[in-house]
């Protein structure tokens, strides 16, 4: 052979191993579309003929179950050809994530076709939901078989949730057979205010008499309208209403409407005992002035006895004393709650704060125990002691055979591949069921193999269960890169503060949506995307464009551009504005200059305060991991100003 056809000949074999993988991929990516196409039809009733390579793909059983929920929301009577299928395919997969999802749409067809035998033989409680446990009833009832059933059927009613329709005609054949007393409506009227829904305890306390439904509707009209029913009870001196529905009202027009409670305070005090009730009085208020930066906060926590603070009002006796300056009242507080307490990071930190503000010798000594962690308030610590932050680096050690063993499991392959065709909430539920039998060896490695497969939010939940936290090149990763490079050069802003916020708002999940209605990678709801896009001269986006990152993060970082500009660069109100929105930090701007630390802590949405601290750890972290390099957080010891914006 001359040696440039054996040239040609090695280079043959040399590329034949890329070149098969590149044709298998190819492969792959061309059954998940056809599989993509064939589930959207399904969900139409459309079906089509499916070639071997379909039939052959790991998640076909999701597509035979999307054909058989379809027949299944059609069929008629009592039993059916979708039925037989439905209890092969349930045979088949057992107990897979996809065969009980179809067991659920399967109960609920009986139930609809009220084929109450087939129903209750194959009704599973793993799988059940409200609804289906009350047509449960609604089976038991029409087959007779009714020992018991009272009490379960009572279980269901005591809640303080409003329950499904399918629930009422349980509670109506209670009621025929005397078994849901006025007692147990009244009590089921007393969990609904006690969960705040004052609005539909009403209507379940509409089938009570008069007699017995007063004093419940009262206790509603105090819920809903607390400032109106203190004063109808400050204006008649003979009314008299139980202690813990005017406490339950006060300290909701505390929270809500402080200075109107504030007002009030020494009036209904005097119409109250000496004692707890005064005392329970004069906290309530005291939070609210607190969540409100009042002045005049510490003068009610200074009417309970000490020992009468819990650490819940000893924390926001602490903040209000910073907020006011009164830093010998912030240490006495700290030094009075709970051990436990006073060993969390934000409270050694403050204990190191009140020691300089006091000019104890011992500042410099609380300021190094308080930055052991590595958190918002360590990195605070060490900025306040002029030292730079090196994120303490704890790989979880990788066995990349123990990977391979996992990612090549069934319910695995089909986290891959659901991941891959867009359905993740069922990626989510097949990684809990393979996780479930994984042996406890191999537990930590699956958090490498999310990590690899990019199902970011299942990576950090699995590593939080198992305690590691400070794997930063596993639980801080880059993604969209080009996406966040193309949302920098047109907004300016810093790439490790725009992956901190999707970090935060999502972890980096395209498709997260809130119960907001926030969308996307960096959670905007579609208002604010159109609002956004609008000033930005940007395309104008719909809903599912929110699904797409290079539009999602594109206009977050045109949103996130916006805040600081508006709060005049001061990151932590322009923060807490991409969180709570900026007219609720508007209301939180201080009324002089105060210390950026003191104005987070005091963040009255307990959510928000905690977005702020983390956004700021995460792009420190994020910064530090570009770069290599320690890192200073002095930027974060400045002040907040009032702006323009108040």
């Not at 299928?85 to 994530?97: C, D, N, R, T």
């Not at 605070?380 to 499991?409: K, N, T, W, Y």
């Not at 983390?614 to 530090?624: C, D, M, P």
Request: with cysteine; hydrophobic share 45%; aromatic share 8%.
């Amino acid at each position: 052979m001359n040696a440039k056809l054996c040239s040609i000949v090695v280079a043959a074999f040399t590329l034949a191993p890329g070149a098969a993988l590149a044709e298998d991929e190819a492969r792959d990516a061309a059954v998940r579309e056809r599989f993509r196409a064939a589930y959207a039809a399904a969900a139409i009733g459309v079906d089509a003929d499916d070639d071997d390579a379909l039939r052959s793909y790991v998640l076909y059983p999701y597509l035979r179950a999307a054909r058989l929920e379809h027949a299944l929301a059609r069929a008629e009577g009592t039993w059916s050809d979708a039925d037989l299928a439905a209890a092969a395919f349930v045979a088949e997969l057992g107990e897979a994530p996809v065969a009980r999802q179809l067991r659920r749409a399967w109960l609920s067809s009986l139930a609809r076709r009220e084929a109450w035998d087939a129903f209750l033989e194959r009704y599973d409680a793993s799988v059940s939901t409200p609804a289906l446990e009350c047509q449960r009833f609604d089976a038991r009832i029409a087959r007779g078989q009714t020992a018991g059933l009272p009490d379960e059927i009572r279980a269901r009613w005591l809640t303080g949730r409003r329950l499904p329709g399918e629930c009422e005609p349980a509670f109506q054949w209670l009621r025929a057979h005397g078994e849901l007393p006025d007692e147990l409506v009244a009590r089921r009227v007393e969990l609904l205010l006690d969960a705040g829904q004052a609005g539909f305890a009403r209507v379940i306390a509409a089938r009570l008499p008069r007699e017995a439904a007063a004093p419940l509707l009262e206790r509603a009209d105090f819920i809903e309208l607390p400032k109106r029913m203190l004063d109808v009870l400050l204006a008649d001196r003979e009314r008299a209403v139980p202690r813990a529905v005017v406490l339950e009202a006060w300290s909701r027009l505390a929270r809500t409407a402080p200075q109107e409670a504030l007002e009030r305070f020494a009036e209904l005090s005097a119409r109250v005992p000496a004692g707890k009730d005064r005392h329970d009085l004069a906290v309530a208020l005291a939070l609210g002035l607190a969540w409100d930066r009042h002045p005049e906060a510490l003068a009610y926590f200074a009417r309970v006895p000490g020992e009468a603070l819990d650490d819940r009002a000893l924390e926001w006796q602490a903040r209000a004393a910073m907020w006011g300056g009164d830093w010998d009242q912030a240490r006495a507080s700290i030094a009075a709650m709970s051990q436990p307490q006073q060993s969390d990071w934000a409270w050694r930190y403050w204990a190191a704060r009140a020691a300089e503000q006091r000019d104890e010798d011992a500042a410099p000594a609380f300021y190094a125990a308080a930055k052991g962690g590595d958190n918002y308030y360590s990195a605070m610590a060490a900025a306040r002691l002029g030292e730079r932050v090196v994120p303490r680096l704890e790989p979880l050690p990788l066995d990349s055979e123990a990977i391979e063993s996992i990612a090549a499991r069934d319910a695995f392959r089909r986290v891959r591949e659901l991941t891959l065709v867009g359905l993740r909430d069922f990626a989510t539920e097949e990684w809990r069921y393979g996780y479930a039998v994984l042996p406890e060896e191999q537990l930590p490695q699956a958090i490498h193999l999310a990590a690899r497969w990019e199902i970011y939010d299942v990576a950090v939940a699995a590593a939080t269960s198992h305690g590691v936290f400070n794997d930063y090149t596993l639980l801080y990763p880059r993604p969209y890169e080009n996406e966040v490079a193309a949302a920098v050069e047109i907004t300016k802003v810093e790439p490790h503060l725009l992956y901190g916020v999707m970090r935060q708002e999502s972890l980096f999940r395209p498709d997260a949506a809130s119960s907001a209605g926030a969308l996307g990678v960096a959670q905007l709801t579609h208002a604010t995307a159109r609002e956004t896009a609008r000033r930005w001269s940007l395309p104008m986006p719909n809903r599912a464009d929110l699904l797409d990152p290079t539009v999602n993060i594109t206009l977050g970082a045109a949103r996130m551009a916006e805040l600081l500009e508006r709060f005049e660069g001061q990151l932590p109100v322009a923060l807490g504005g991409y969180n709570a929105g900026p007219a609720a930090v508007e209301r939180w701007l201080p009324p002089r200059a105060i210390d950026s630390d003191v104005w987070i802590e005091n963040i009255p949405y307990n959510e928000t305060r905690a977005y702020v601290r983390r956004v700021l750890w995460h792009s420190l972290v994020f910064n530090w991991l570009e770069t290599g390099r320690p890192q200073s957080a002095r930027h974060w010891l400045g002040k907040i100003e009032p702006t323009a914006a108040e």
